[in-house]
Each structure stands twice: as C-alpha cells, then as structure tokens.
C-alpha cells in the first residue's frame, strides 16, 4: 500500500464514523456523548484531508482553493505514476 492510499484509507474510516455518527444523531439529537465523539472525529479528519490536500490535490469541489476549474488540469487519479 502506497503512503497515498494508506492516507486515503485513513480519511475514509475517519469520514464513515463521522457520516454514521451523523445519522445516528439525526434520531438521537440530545445525546452528548455521541456528539462529543463526532466532533472529535472531525476534528482528526480535518488534518488528515489537509494533508492529502497539499499532498496530493483536491479531494472534492469544496477543496479546491482559489480558481474552482484547476482541478481538472490532472492528473486524473489513473493517470499518476503511483496507479500504474
């Protein structure tokens, strides 16, 4: 597993927990415990996705900084020498 994938892997459990958290608030809003634990979740994304960002390039619209297009110059995701 390239350093790449491992961050992505990272982020991606980090983003399901806080999404499931999410739901689960949706039925349960007045539970603190949980939400507590949703906000720590975020707050151990937020660097991770920062990270990848810098590292890599953007990970969604949202976090493309400046002109919203330059995602698109590449290289696609199967176009890096890392996926070949």
Request: glycine share 6%.
């Amino acid at each position: 597993m390239t350093k790449r994938e491992a961050l992505l892997k990272k982020i991606s459990t980090y983003q399901f927990a806080a999404h499931d958290l999410q739901l689960y608030l949706d039925t349960h809003p007045g539970d603190e415990k949980t939400m507590e634990q949703l906000k720590r979740f975020q707050a151990q994304l937020q660097p991770l996705t920062e990270q990848y960002e810098e590292t890599y390039g953007a990970l969604t619209k949202r976090g493309e900084s400046g002109n919203n297009w330059d995602w698109i110059k590449g290289p696609w995701p199967w176009e890096s020498e890392e996926m070949r």
